[in-house]
């Protein structure tokens, strides 16, 4: 048994944890290069909480899930800034967004030199600046794990800036931040991090800790998704989504993913839609494939004896079978406010370009079963 594991220097997790996060933060730190939502007004107690205590402070809004030309945009205004700290408050894209400035900031030449694929693939060779974290969604984990997902509109891909150094020095989760999540924002966010500690376990590259942080996360997950997503508040169940959703991180950084997130990275390339929202239309219909063709192809494979784990996992039946865990699925995923990949703009003439695009990511990588083209193709046509 051989592996390696690695997480955020310091995670702060609670109620009204973001209230501390001037003390957790040095002097010598400021300026201080925050980046939040499109609105920042939203964010203005939290960043108040920092100018009261002293720090001198930068406010640049992300718009939009990261991209060549905002990243890059970003890291100019951060070097501008001279910036000694950067601190990132809002969901994934914020996050992802300020991941990559605060490694950008310290390492010469542009966000293309860094990304494989489209640009030259660079190693990052200096670290990062001091990075802190603050998600405001239950979703994409992204506090804990140490790549920046990046849109090249001209390739029609994402693809990933990702190094060691790039993990936050803090990730602060608090749960009253998700507190007013509209409805479908909490449901396709909490879906995928119930997805990314689903395709964590499942992944052929999983090991003990990682098996026993996304169990956990699964767990978490299928108890309190729908009340989290609910009209009415339940703090308890939106604690225990911000929880899932930080194992899920903690678990894909050191055990990656699967198909769900293989195709959702390349099919988020090529529509405009929320990234939780692709994965949601694609979780059955990959959990499906993954355990039909480990039956057909690898009996003996380990992730057929965790599908069925999972199904125990979710609907506490030691009995449970992985066509269980398919049928809560499908029953959760028709509970929540969510929409198929024919909803959220992919056209059936987009078919073979996504399953190509998609065979070749690196989320890919991580299935417990290699897909053929045509099970991938079978795949979209059942999320359309």
């Known amino acids: 048994m051989t592996f390696s594991f690695a997480t955020a220097n310091r995670i702060h997790f609670g109620e ?150 790039m993990l936050p020095t ?28 689903l395709e964590a376990y499942l992944s052929k590259n999983a090991n003990p800790l990682t098996d026993g942080i996304a169990r956990e996360g699964l767990r978490l997950a299928a108890r309190s998704i729908r009340d989290a997503c609910s009209d009415q508040l339940n703090t308890e169940a939106k604690s225990d989504l911000c929880a899932a959703s930080l194992c899920g991180g903690i678990a894909l950084a050191n055990a990656k993913l699967g198909s769900i997130h293989g195709f959702a990275g390349s099919l988020g390339g090529m529509i405009d839609a929320p990234h939780g929202a692709i994965c949601a239309s694609l979780l059955v219909p990959c959990f499906a494939a993954n355990l039909k063709a480990l039956r057909d192809r690898d009996p003996q494979n380990p992730s057929q004896a965790k599908m069925d784990d999972v199904a125990t996992l979710l609907t506490g039946n030691p009995q449970a079978k992985a066509s269980y865990a398919l049928a809560w699925f499908e029953s959760l995923v028709k509970d929540l406010p969510l929409k198929s990949l024919g909803e959220l703009g992919l056209e059936a003439t987009q078919l073979d370009e996504a399953a190509r695009k998609s065979a070749n990511s690196s989320s890919m990588k991580g299935n417990p079963i290699e897909l053929t083209k045509f099970e991938l193709l079978e795949i979209l046509e059942a999320s359309l």
Not at 185 to 194: E, K
Request: glycine letters at 10%.
């Open 16 to 165: 009204g944890v973001s209230k501390t996060i001037p003390s957790l933060l040095d002097e010598s730190l400021s300026p201080l290069f925050v980046l939040t939502g499109s609105d920042s007004k939203r964010y203005a107690q939290t960043i108040g909480l920092l100018t009261q205590s002293g720090f001198e402070v930068y406010i640049h809004p992300v718009n939009s899930e990261p991209t060549l030309k905002s990243i890059n945009q970003a890291t100019e205004a951060a070097r501008e800034a001279q910036a000694k700290c950067v601190v990132a408050i809002g969901g994934g894209s914020v996050i992802d967004t300020g991941k990559a400035v605060a490694a950008l900031v310290t390492n010469p030449g542009s966000l293309l030199d860094y990304l494989d694929g489209v640009g030259k693939g660079r190693s990052l060779q200096i670290p990062s600046l001091p990075f802190m974290a603050i998600p405001t969604t239950a979703g994409t984990g992204s506090e804990a794990t140490r790549n920046s997902v990046v849109g090249v509109p001209k390739a029609g891909v994402k693809v990933s800036l990702r190094s060691a150094y």
């Open 170 to 197: 803090w990730a602060v989760v608090d749960p009253e931040l998700t507190y007013h999540l509209p409805r479908e924002i909490a449901a396709y966010t909490g879906m995928d991090a119930l997805i990314q500690c």
